[in-house]
């Protein structure tokens, strides 16, 4: 049983910068991990996700902006979001699941351990 917690959601001006962060319990050197995110009204999206090879995809509504990152000696993943924008306001999710999410890295599916989620508003 993996438990996810996240933090570093909060209100920014759109063109802002916040960094995300997802503390897992266990090693998650393992685990394909990825960045999910809910606005009002909508389903959930995936935005980004790490293989446990590393590799990475993103969503093209972030591409560019956002970067998904690991620490494995710290069971930590991250997410640095740059030149936020208005569109991005969700609660954003941490999953986790064993092995490798192959190409499936932004879909809900494969996840098996979600965080609490964290609630990023931006405002112009």
């Known amino acids: 049983q993996v438990q996810l917690v996240e933090s570093g959601g909060g209100s920014v001006q759109s063109g802002g910068s916040l960094r995300l962060s997802c503390v897992a319990s266990?090693?998650?050197?393992?685990?394909?991990m990825g960045w999910f995110r809910q606005a009002p009204g909508k389903e959930r999206e995936g935005v980004a996700g790490?293989?446990?090879?590393?590799?990475?995809m993103y969503a093209d509504s972030v591409k560019g902006r956002f970067t998904i990152s690991r620490d494995n000696d710290k069971n930590t993943l991250l997410l640095q979001m740059n030149n936020l924008k208005d569109e991005d306001t969700a609660i954003y999710y941490c999953?986790?699941?064993?092995?490798?999410?192959?190409?499936?890295?932004?879909?809900?599916?494969?996840?098996?351990?979600w965080g609490q989620g964290t609630q990023v508003t931006v405002s112009s």
């Open positions: 266990g090693y998650t050197y393992s685990y394909s």
């Open positions: 790490t293989n446990r090879d590393g590799r990475t």
């Open positions: 999953a986790a699941v064993f092995g490798s999410c192959g190409w499936s890295l932004l879909e809900r599916n494969p996840y098996t351990y």
